[in-house]
Antibody, heavy 117, light 112 residues
């Protein structure tokens, strides 16, 4: 059974940085691409980033490009999202999701990031 | 970027009645392999999204057969043949043909 557990969320001041983690289990992590998707309070889903199974190909949404970095450690079955220069409009629940046929298929429960002074 | 437009944004359905949601893309989602890179999700209240349909019209594992979808390059429709109480939530489409991947605005389904 696929299990994805996000962590690292919390309250952070504007302009600061935060690292999110996603621990994966129940499947062979190293052969799947992985996504980050976010959802601002009361809003719809926004795709954030994706990377392939072994690292070289990474793509980002326009609102986070240049500030966020997706990475992974296949030896630890863990996906990361490094978020720099955070803004108030980055406040959201951040989901990690496994990639199948390019799109997310299995999702974690999410971790809340609040950017506020 | 590819723009995804869902209609309606909300609908109220009597249990046992059908429901349809449309998703239109600003350009064709048909790839050279013959598949449309369009998926559908349901996000129930307080839960994470779950995959319903992948590659335009393929039902995901465990999804009831009352859910079906049609695809035609730029026009996509999710149909629930007989709505049940557990179908309440927000439905989203996503295009995965090219990055940045983009979601529709969401369609909120409620029960009358």
């Amino acid at each position: 059974q696929v299990h994805l557990v996000e962590s690292g969320g919390g309250v952070v001041q504007p302009g600061r940085s935060l690292r999110l983690s996603c621990a994966a289990s129940g499947f062979t992590f190293s052969i799947f691409g992985m996504h980050w998707v976010r959802q601002a309070p009361g809003k719809g889903l926004e795709w954030v980033a994706v990377m392939d199974n072994d690292g070289p190909n990474k793509y980002y949404g326009e609102s986070v490009r240049g500030r966020f970095t997706i990475s992974r450690d296949n030896s630890k079955n863990t996906l990361y999202l490094d978020m720099n220069n955070l803004r108030a409009d980055d406040t959201a629940v951040y989901y990690c999701a496994r990639s199948a046929n390019r799109a997310p298929d299995q999702w974690g429960q999410g971790t809340l990031v609040t950017v506020s002074s | 970027d590819i723009v995804m437009t869902q209609t309606p944004l909300s609908l109220s359905v009597t249990p046992g009645q059908p429901a349809s949601i449309s998703c239109r893309s600003s350009q064709s989602l048909l790839y050279s392999n013959g598949y449309n890179y369009l998926d559908w999700y349901l996000q129930r209240p307080g839960q994470s999204p779950q995959l319903l349909i992948y590659l335009g019209s393929h039902r995901a594992s465990g999804v009831p057969d009352r859910f079906s979808a049609s695809d035609s390059g730029t026009d996509f429709t999710l149909t629930i043949s007989r709505v049940e109480a557990e179908d309440v939530g927000v439905y989203y489409c996503i295009q995965a043909l090219q990055t940045p991947y983009t979601f529709g605005q969401g369609t909120k389904l409620e029960i009358k």
